[in-house]
Nanobody, 129 residues
Framework: LALAEYGGGLVQPGGSLRLSCVAS????????MAWFRQAPGKELEGVAA???????TYNKEMPDRFTISRGDAENTMVLQMNSLQPEDTAMYYC????????????????????????WGQGTQVTVSS
């Protein structure tokens, strides 16, 4: 399974970005997909997860300006980010793993790690004027 993120870039405060993740290869039916981010000098943290049936889980620390959804194509996922702020600057990663495990990492019950599950290379989001 390979994951690839798209859509990062430089945006001014108050702007929006739409990140996409495309999974290629075999996706286990037990897997969910999720977004994580890592700001400079900070730990990796969960943003949101989405199950194969479309159910979503959000990290309660994340702003409600972020919305996760399934893409139009199979095994794709989108993160819509609105009213972006400088504190949203981070590398954003797409991940996939067994649903329960990835939800626990998104919510912070388990520590996320780039060595657990499947990860993309990340896409940089920079919010700056």
């Amino acid at each position: 399974l390979a994951l690839a993120e798209y859509g990062g870039g430089l945006v001014q405060p108050g702007g929006s970005l739409r990140l996409s993740c495309v999974a290629s290869g075999y996706m286990d039916s037990r897997y969910s997909m999720a977004w994580f981010r890592q700001a400079p000098g900070k730990e990796l943290e969960g943003v949101a997860a989405i199950d194969s049936d479309g159910s979503t889980t959000y990290n309660k620390e994340m702003p409600d300006r972020f919305t996760i959804s399934r893409g139009d194509a199979e095994n794709t996922m989108v993160l819509q980010m609105n009213s972006l702020q400088p504190e949203d600057t981070a590398m954003y990663y797409c991940a996939a793993d067994v649903a329960g495990m990835i939800r626990s990492r998104v919510t912070g019950w388990a520590t996320p790690s780039l060595s657990k599950g499947y990860w993309g290379q990340g896409t940089q989001v920079t919010v700056s004027s």
